[in-house]
Structures are given as C-alpha cells and as structure tokens.
C-alpha cells in the first residue's frame, strides 16, 4: 500500500524517529501506526517510549472538589477553538458541567447526557449543551468525567495552564492539615508535569512487563555489539532497563521535581512529609485529564479545499 506524507509526519512526531526510517517502519508494517511505533523501537530508532497523544482538540479540563473535600471530580469538555476556550460563556458553563458532574450518578458519559440538566429539569444535559452551541456558535462536547472519592483522607486538586490539564489525587490520611494538603497539591502538580502512567508499579500487569523485556531483547538483539553478550549479562540489562522505565511511569518511583538533591523520590516525599506531622499518609491514586488527548484533529488544507470548489467537487 502508499504509504502517505501524513502517516510518515505523524510517525516522526511519535517517535523523534528520522524520516526514512519512519517510512520504512510503514511500509514493512503495511501502514499500522501502532505496530510501526514498535518496530522503530525494537530497531532502537524511536525515542519515544509510549505512543505520543496526540492533543488536537480544544477546550477545558476543570476540576470540582466537595466542601468537605471528600469528593472531588474532573471533566473535559471540547470546543473547536482556543478562542472559545477562553470564553466567559464557555468557562462559565463548564463549571456548571462539573458541578452537575460531582453529584451524578451517571456510571458514563451516555447516561450523563441524558439525565436532566440540573439548572433546567426540563431539558437533558445534552440538549443543554446543544443550546450552549447556539448561543456560542462552535460545536461543542462533553467528552468525560472521573469522580473520586475518599472518605479516610481527602482528595486534591490542580489544574494547569487555565485548564489545559486537570489533576485529581486520592490521599488518605489521617491527619489532615496545612503541611498535608501542601504535599499533596505538590503531588498532584508532579502528576501534571510529568504525565505517570501508574500509582506504583503494583499496578503493572505481568502482561506489560513481559511485553517491555520481549521489545527490549529485540532492540538488543538487533545490536551487533550488545548481542555478542553472554545472556546473563544481556537479561541483567533488560532488568535495569525495565527498573529504569518503572521510575519514569510509576508515581510514586518518580523523582520528586521540587527534590534539592535530584534525587529523591515522590514516595520518600511523601513519608517525609507524614513522619513531620507524625502521619499515616497513603497516596491510593489519580485522575490526569489534558484537553484533546487521544483526539485526531482534522488538517485543513485551504489551497486544497478551494481547487477542489473550483473542480466542482
């Protein structure tokens, strides 16, 4: 099949991969992005670890947290625009969105839709988002929420760039105070800038593990120098390799970033912080919502649009 300058651009922006190696990966992967990303990883060619997301929506992700912080949620609605995004209106009716979002009872998003817009019982929600689109004139989407709640600590919260990323974070404790919540509006801020996969890595599934040794021994293997190794040598490579990934995607293995010594980890942190204020203090999860992700935005083209009206198509 023809491979496209489009799928071969994408690919790059995934992977940091040079051009023709990405064109290469598509082809003997007959166009499959996921199985190009792989195979440009087991030739070691992608610096990318993880499929990038692919952020092409725009709008705002905000966060609501109970009085009594026991409860808190996240949701993302989408516009077309970040001239929108920055509406009044548009803020103005997300906050309501939350807000009707921190008491549902909705299980998803289908059945959030249809339940009755809490300012207006005579409409659902979705048909008061259809009038919110009239009234501001761009298509509009309530694309998801996440509720959270703890009834042996608090939850925390954190947004991040007037709402491009919103932050939730599960703590129990049992001790709650000015030092606590502190600490955990600074765990929730290292959840945003540094985009954890898991909690800890009692999350990972044997399946992950065993998949991350098979890529690592192919890039190995497809090393004339690191493949001459004896195997002892080669499994104790994968081994760090693997620890090493671990830290990068695991909360609480991370490197703490406000840590003076660069070294010290988000768990020792927070056992820092609960030693202090002589606590039991355990960070059980977190929500991490960025505006667009995982949404593919249509590429406009207006040299393109405009010959093909003059064509007559």
């Given at each position: ?7 071969v651009k994408e690919l790059r922006e995934m992977t940091g991969a040079g051009m023709m190696d990405c064109k290469k ?33 725009e709008g705002l992700c905000k966060t609501l947290v109970a009085e009594d912080a026991k409860k808190a949620v996240v ?150 120098k690191e493949s001459q190794k004896p195997e002892k040598v080669i499994q104790g490579m994968i081994t760090g390799r ?72």
């Amino acid at each position: 099949m023809a491979i496209t300058a489009a799928q071969v651009k994408e690919l790059r922006e995934m992977t940091g991969a040079g051009m023709m190696d990405c064109k290469k990966a598509l082809t003997a992967t007959e166009g499959d992005m996921d199985k190009a990303v792989e195979f440009l990883r087991e030739k070691g060619l992608a610096t990318a670890q993880k499929k990038a997301s692919r952020v092409a929506a725009e709008g705002l992700c905000k966060t609501l947290v109970a009085e009594d912080a026991k409860k808190a949620v996240v949701v993302e609605v989408n516009a077309e625009t970040d001239f929108v995004a920055k509406n009044e209106k548009f803020q103005s009716y997300v906050a309501d969105v939350a807000a009707q979002a921190l008491t549902t009872t909705a299980a998803d998003i289908d059945a959030f839709l249809v339940e009755p817009w809490a300012l207006d019982a005579e409409k659902t929600v979705k048909e008061a988002l259809a009038a919110q689109i009239a009234v501001i004139g761009e298509n509009m989407n309530i694309r998801r929420f996440t509720q959270m709640e703890e009834a042996n600590g608090f939850i925390a919260s954190y947004t991040h760039m007037g709402g491009k990323i919103g932050v939730l974070v599960d703590v129990e404790t049992d001790v709650v105070n000015d030092d606590i919540k502190e600490m955990a509006k600074n765990v929730a801020m290292q959840v945003a800038a540094l985009k954890p996969q898991y909690t800890s890595d009692s999350e990972i599934s044997e399946e992950y593990i065993a998949h991350e040794k098979e890529i690592l021994l192919a890039q190995i293997m497809n090393d004339p120098k690191e493949s001459q190794k004896p195997e002892k040598v080669i499994q104790g490579m994968i081994t760090g390799r693997i620890k090493k990934e671990m830290k990068e995607i695991c909360l609480l293995d991370q490197v703490y970033v406000k840590a003076e010594d660069g070294k010290q980890s988000v768990a020792n942190y927070v056992a820092q912080v609960a030693k202090a204020n002589g606590a039991n203090i355990t960070i059980k999860g977190f929500t991490r919502y960025e505006t667009g992700e995982g949404i593919q935005k249509k590429e406009e083209n207006f040299a393109e649009e405009v010959a093909k009206q003059m064509a007559g198509n």
